[in-house]
């Protein structure tokens, strides 16, 4: 009995001890949102917790329509967004944020053929495609851009995305600039009214029924795209050069932007320059401008100020492209005035 007594006591003192050496400031931060820049926000997150003890990060990618939702509900912590947030969701939102960048990426087609490899698919085609005024992968504008491709007599089937998205937005943005026809239709939305097609959820969805159904085209950030081995099409730039998307053609992209806004809500788009990658965006942090918790903002500061500094050299091995320098430092000044 004696024995069994002293082993409590040694458990015990050892569980006293193990709790006083845990760190005083643990935080846990809850985040959800967009699912474009999901795989580097995970390298991130698993990152930062490893160097900063007592620090963990829950982030839900339940798309850009739920994170803009949530955060402005109070429910989390922090959102992710790709659409930068409009004069009306910033005054309506109970918690007033600021949307931060936090890295830059791009949407890219894919498709499935059998036998095609590469694809050039421009802007007068991908607009029709979803209009749903080019139903044929062998139809004359996709047969003109691709000379020498024996393209199929075969029905394009069409996915886009079902839930709230922020890709939708970045898509349906470029679409918007280069086709008079689907800006006076379904516009940019991250939920618009698609005019053809099925719907899956994030792109993880869309990528997994893309690779399975022949004749699909769909479009996913690209390192969706890349993990899964996907076909990923060719577009037309605004300087009418055939570009491929990749971390370089993004940030010429962002290069060619004006000022960036205080606010920095801005879209890049058909950008010009010709190695610019035309559907290319930022994606952005939404951070409460006054923490309910003083601790919890603290943390929050923190964590965003490493993400757009040390955090910028994971992204182009994951496919996205860092933040331009002068970004980052108007980012870092604007994060010092949250509280």
């Avoid at 851009?145 to 470029?174: E, H, K």
């Amino acid at each position: 009995m004696n024995q069994i007594a002293a082993v409590k006591r040694i458990a015990l003192a050892s569980l006293i001890l193990f709790v006083a050496l845990l760190p005083t400031h643990a935080q846990r931060l809850a985040g959800a949102g967009a699912t474009f820049p999901y795989p580097i926000y995970s390298k991130w997150f698993s990152e930062y917790a490893k160097s900063h003890p007592g620090v963990s990060i829950n982030y839900q990618p339940i798309g850009s329509g739920g994170g803009i939702r949530q955060v402005g509900a109070g429910l989390v912590d922090f959102a992710a967004s790709d659409e930068p947030l409009t004069d009306y969701q910033m005054a309506s939102s109970r918690i007033k944020v600021l949307q931060i960048p936090a890295v830059l990426g791009a949407v890219v087609p894919i498709f499935h053929l059998a036998g095609v490899g590469k694809l050039r698919i421009g802007p007068e085609a991908l607009a029709g495609i979803y209009l749903g005024k080019i139903r044929k992968w062998n139809d004359q504008q996709l047969v003109a851009d691709n000379p020498g491709v024996a393209l199929p007599d075969q029905n394009i089937v069409v996915v886009y995305r079902s839930d709230a998205s922020g890709t939708s937005y970045i898509f349906t943005d470029y679409l918007s600039k280069v086709s008079k026809d689907w800006a006076k239709g379904p516009g940019r939305s991250v939920s618009p009214a698609w005019p053809r097609g099925a719907g899956e959820h994030a792109n993880q969805g869309v990528a997994v029924m893309v690779h399975k159904v022949p004749g699909a085209i769909g479009y996913v950030e690209l390192n969706y795209a890349i993990q899964d081995k996907l076909s990923i099409g060719t577009v037309r730039n605004a300087a009418g050069r055939w570009v491929d998307a990749s971390a370089e053609s993004v940030t010429q992209a962002a290069i060619g932007i004006p000022e960036m806004p205080a606010d920095f809500r801005i879209s890049i788009t058909d950008a010009p320059g010709d190695e610019a990658y035309p559907i290319s965006s930022f994606t952005w942090l939404l951070i409460p401008i006054r923490a309910t918790d003083a601790a919890k903002g603290k943390a929050l500061r923190e964590l965003v100020a490493w993400v757009v500094t040390t955090g910028q050299s994971e992204a182009a091995p994951l496919s996205y492209a860092p933040l331009p320098p002068p970004v980052v430092q108007k980012v870092l000044a604007a994060v010092s005035s949250l509280r």
